[in-house]
């Protein structure tokens, strides 16, 4: 299973809540962006696949890429290929936020590989009741699909919005044989948020 994590907000924490999930069944969990990740102390450094598929033997787990100063990139497509191939789950960071709870994509984003067979988008709620300036990255597109200003007050009806018209109507539409879904906050919220693009998509 190859599961990409776009959007904003807390795609990194939901990789390893699940990435903990998976490895406590047994499962042979690889972690790694096509875009960019903080590097964390077990990250596997390197574009070798031997080296990467040592550490996945050796304990079921690995979280890898090509450093680049305080993150990792991407690795070459032949060593992630390779390397999910071994593995029983991928969890692949594929969009940026510059820890900003809210975004709308740009024209190159999320980055997708193909052989990604579902789309987790996420959103940061703790965006609720902060100003659009702050809480947002790429903020002049984020204003543009509200139709808001800087001090535009986010609420929950903005992030079903930026979810359904950034994220899922477009990946749905693209990626016609991928399941996309959207994921955050709390049961009860998430209840709110799906009702709310639910309702609008339909």
Do not use: W
């Amino acid at each position: 299973m190859i599961r990409a994590f776009v959007g904003a907000g807390g795609k990194t924490t939901l990789i390893h809540e699940q990435a903990a999930r998976y490895r406590a069944q047994g499962k042979r969990v690889f972690v790694t962006t096509s875009t960019h990740m903080f590097i964390e102390p077990d990250t596997v450094l390197s574009d070798d696949s031997e080296v990467i598929l040592a550490q996945l033997n050796r304990t079921g787990y690995v979280m890898a890429g090509i450093p680049e100063g305080e993150k990792i990139r991407s690795l070459s497509s032949e060593t992630y290929e390779r390397v999910c191939s071994y593995a029983d789950v991928v969890l692949l960071e594929a969009d940026g936020s510059s820890r900003k709870p809210i975004k709308f994509p740009n024209s190159t984003e999320p980055v997708l590989y193909d052989n990604v067979e579902e789309i987790v988008v996420v959103c940061g709620l703790q965006a609720i009741g902060r100003p659009l300036i702050e809480a947002a990255h790429r903020p002049e597109q984020v204003k543009a699909c509200l139709g808001a200003q800087d001090d535009t007050i986010i609420t929950l009806e903005h992030i079903a919005v930026l979810l359904r018209e950034g994220y899922l109507r477009p990946l749905r539409k693209r990626y016609k044989n991928v399941s996309v879904y959207a994921a955050g906050g709390t049961e009860a919220e998430r209840k709110q948020l799906l009702a709310l693009i639910d309702e609008e998509t339909e």
